[in-house]
């Protein structure tokens, strides 16, 4: 641990002899939601005073509303315990909104045992929905994210066409760059560090470990997604997995270009993962945010749709405007 007041050091071996109060600990499947959605959160305890908890129950406040709800027995018990689990209505928002649920165990007197707080993401449910009215072509190895995107009201299709106004793809061939250097818009989502453009993963001093790190989006880029956090648990599924090279951070003119980035710890170093440009006579947004990888696996990530609706929307309108050109 870090001490800079440079007390005496506590040996984990200590930790077991000193008294301990109980605990709750609220389990979700996610950190970001729709206003549309009910919340099922499962509840752990560390029960180690001993104390009797068969007459005990919860009260939770979301957004304004206060809930009590029953929960499961606990008598002459010290460890982790299973108080069950209850399910909580999101509120209505207008705009995305991080929102503290809070949980508070009272026993029969009313008096309170412990408490805990989970921070979640409530996304306004009209943001799924597509705004880009253009035909949006999806490449990817395995198609499955066309299906997915098409659920978002886009008129998709899966190859390039006359129709086609703007182009999504985590592998751009050469067929798929020659139509953007003839004028095509391509949103292109790096995946890997085997990309034409130049990138790299995010180890060493790009990877954000250090505790002075910090992560930024443009936010007229992302209307529906203003948070003054976006390197806070209801981002983890979209966080980035790699760091995009070759631009000239030092430049204030190409730094209008650059759409989301980290700056590293205390060397304040800079790592972009969102970058606009002009190639050939086209325009390209590319991001190494796992945007795809946020619609593949379980449930669809409300974050990672909102990200692309405001990509695309954005890519697709007059203000993408790019002054950095890659020549090559």
């Known amino acids: 641990m870090l001490d800079f007041n440079d007390n005496s050091q506590v040996f984990p071996r200590t930790f077991e002899a ?3 109060s109980d605990g709750l600990v609220p389990l979700v499947e996610s950190r970001a939601y729709w206003d549309n959605q009910t919340v099922e959160v499962k509840l752990q305890a560390t029960h180690d005073t001993g104390t009797d908890w068969t007459k005990n129950k919860l009260q939770w406040e979301f957004s304004g509303v206060v809930g009590v709800e029953r929960i499961i027995p606990i008598k002459n018990y010290v460890g982790a315990a299973q108080l069950g689990s209850i399910r909580i209505p999101m509120s209505r928002v207008q705009g995305t909104r991080l929102l503290p649920l809070k949980l508070t165990l009272i026993n029969e007197l009313e008096c309170e ?3 805990n707080q989970a921070d979640l993401l409530v996304l306004p449910s009209r943001a ?3 705004r880009y009215v253009g035909c949006v072509c999806v490449l990817t190895p395995n198609g499955n994210e066309a299906a997915i995107i098409s659920q978002l009201n886009y008129d998709v299709e899966t190859h390039l066409s006359p129709n086609t106004n703007l182009l999504v793809t985590n592998c751009p061939d050469s067929v798929a760059l020659q139509w953007v250097r003839d004028g095509g818009k391509m949103l292109f989502i790096s995946e890997d560090e085997y990309t034409p453009f130049w990138e790299r993963g995010r180890g060493g001093a790009s990877d954000g470990n250090w505790i002075k ?3 930024w989006m443009r936010p007229e880029v992302f209307p529906n997604l203003k948070i003054e956090n976006p390197l806070n648990l209801p981002l983890r599924r979209v966080m980035p997995t790699g760091s995009i090279l070759g ?14 980035g980290q700056i590293s710890g205390w060397v304040q170093r800079p790592a972009i993962h969102m970058v606009q440009f002009r190639y050939g006579r086209g325009i390209v947004i590319m991001t190494t945010y796992s945007l795809l990888e946020s619609l593949r696996f379980g449930n669809v990530d409300p ?4 990200m692309i609706n405001d990509l695309v929307e954005y890519l697709g309108s007059d203000r993408c405007q790019p002054k950095l ?3 090559f």
């Open 113 to 115: 045992i412990t408490c």
């Open 303 to 306: 974050v990672g749709v909102v």
């Open 18 to 20: 000193m008294p301990m």
């Open 213 to 215: 790190s910090f992560s």
């Open 325 to 327: 050109t890659l020549n």
């Open 247 to 260: 631009l000239a951070c030092e430049n204030p003119i190409d730094n209008e270009d650059i759409l989301a």
């Open 128 to 130: 799924a929905l597509a």
